[in-house]
């Protein structure tokens, strides 16, 4: 297998070459959570998110964790909003860009509590983590795995993880919807696609074989490993969720007036 790693616009630009390639179920397409939001984003995408292709399975998602700087005087998720409101817009939140998946997290996050803050965008999540361990921010929806360290270093101080169910990383701390937002939920989730016209019968096979790799207890362990929980679907069932998050999240990002060109 080869990986060809076409990084930009949000996954547009990979996501346009699998668009245009073969249907012979040799070219597959993996994409993030990004690939329902940018229809929304974009006032023009060279390709379409549904026509375009066929699902073969969601394979695994990530929870996420809201975090805040020690500094800020919230020892629970409560706290956090009733600061915020008696605050509004002097606290700020980073994100790994406009439109990003942090940013619209966060954004669903402030349109079902009411609350106010001020976006500080990053060209990377990378550096919106390493700024909110330095006091430049004060919260941030960040990876579950790639935050664990500074949490259990004491440099952050996770509230809530923003899966409905308590993630096994963190079984001690509450979700979002559990601890004061009934309903919100955000989950960072990989799937895989390929052409619209590869024959259904290539679809399937492609499926049985991924879901069998993913159930696959090394599999399974590895990914927990990194904070990764495997799904493996039907393509039905993966069709359905893009539908459905594609709906939710057009519906935030039009409240939130957020346009990337």
């Not at 399975?57 to 964790?65: C, D, K």
């Not at 696609?193 to 074989?209: R, S, Y």
């Amino acid at each position: 297998m080869v990986i060809d790693n076409r990084a930009g616009g949000g996954g547009a630009i990979g996501t346009e070459m699998a668009a245009k390639a073969g249907s012979d179920g040799y070219t597959l397409l993996m994409v993030s959570a990004s690939h329902a939001f940018n229809p929304s984003l974009y006032t023009k995408l060279p390709y379409d998110s549904i026509r375009d292709f066929a699902p073969v399975t969601n394979a695994a998602f990530v929870p996420n964790v809201l975090l805040v700087h020690p500094s800020v005087p919230a020892k629970s998720l409560q706290e956090f909003i009733a600061l915020a409101k008696s605050k509004p817009g002097e606290l700020n939140f980073s994100s790994a860009g406009q439109g990003s998946a942090i940013h619209l997290a966060t954004e669903l996050f402030m349109s079902m509590t009411g609350i106010k803050m001020q976006h500080i965008p990053y060209k990377g999540g990378g550096q919106a983590v390493i700024d909110l361990i330095g006091g430049q921010v004060h919260c941030m929806f960040a990876n579950l795995a790639s935050s664990y360290s500074y949490v259990k270093a004491g440099k952050l101080r996770a509230l809530a993880v923003t899966t409905l169910k308590r993630s096994p990383v963190y079984p001690d701390i509450p979700t979002v919807s559990e601890a004061g937002v009934p309903g919100y939920e955000f989950v960072s989730w990989f799937g895989v696609l390929v052409p619209a016209k590869t024959p259904k019968e290539i679809v399937a096979k492609l499926n049985t074989q991924i879901v069998k790799i993913l159930r696959q207890p090394d599999m399974v362990e590895r990914l927990r490993n990194i904070g990764m929980e495997p799904i493996g679907d039907t393509p039905e069932q993966f069709a359905a969720h893009i539908i459905a998050e594609m709906k939710k999240w057009d519906k935030v990002i039009k409240e939130a007036g957020i346009r990337i060109n």
